[in-house]
């Protein structure tokens, strides 16, 4: 009797812990169905996911107080009418910035608490925030 309450113990304890899930590699999907631990993120202009290191155009962080170096990479419109800039430690993954009249300055809205510009710099790029280069 008692070995079949034991084995009956042992049985139902093992049900429990095979009821457990373990994630999933591959699970964290976003609304738009990005997989970060993979390095996508969800592109704006392109309407699709990305691998922000993977761009072409990328800019390293200017006079970071950090023991490291972020990056940003920025997507144009096929018109190069708007720019989205991938911003690491912004509230929101990517930030579109409106081309300025017919010269090559691209600006964020009012609706974005900082203030964003990107524009030529050597043979580059360069983006301010606020007016002060944090990335080129």
Same mark, same amino acid.
């Given at each position: 009797?008692?070995?079949?309450?034991?084995?009956?113990?042992?049985?139902?304890?093992?049900?429990?812990?095979?009821?457990?899930?373990?994630?999933?590699?591959?699970?964290?999907?976003?609304?738009?169905?990005?997989? $970060?631990?993979?390095?996508?993120?969800? /592109?704006? +202009? *392109?309407?699709?996911? !990305?691998?922000?290191?993977?761009? %072409?155009?990328?800019?390293?962080?200017?006079?970071?107080?950090?023991?490291?170096?972020?990056?940003?990479?920025?997507?144009?419109?096929?018109?190069?009418?708007?720019?989205?800039?991938?911003?690491?430690?912004?509230?929101?993954?990517?930030?579109?910035?409106?081309?300025?009249?017919? $010269?090559?300055?691209?600006?964020?809205? /009012?609706? +974005? *608490?900082?203030?964003? !510009?990107?524009?030529?710099?050597? %043979?580059?790029?360069?983006?301010?925030?606020?007016?002060?280069?944090?990335?080129?």
């Amino acid at each position: 009797m008692k070995k079949t309450i034991l084995f009956s113990a042992m049985f139902l304890g093992t049900l429990i812990f095979a009821q457990k899930k373990t994630p999933v590699v591959g699970g964290d999907r976003d609304v738009h169905g990005c997989i $970060g631990s993979a390095g996508y993120t969800y /592109s704006q +202009i *392109k309407n699709d996911c !990305v691998r922000v290191f993977e761009q %072409k155009l990328k800019l390293k962080e200017v006079n970071s107080d950090k023991s490291y170096t972020s990056m940003t990479a920025i997507i144009f419109t096929k018109d190069m009418k708007k720019a989205e800039v991938f911003i690491p430690d912004g509230v929101a993954k990517s930030i579109i910035l409106n081309k300025e009249g017919k $010269g090559k300055i691209w600006k964020s809205g /009012s609706y +974005i *608490k900082d203030s964003y !510009v990107l524009t030529p710099y050597k %043979k580059s790029y360069q983006i301010k925030k606020n007016d002060e280069v944090i990335y080129q």
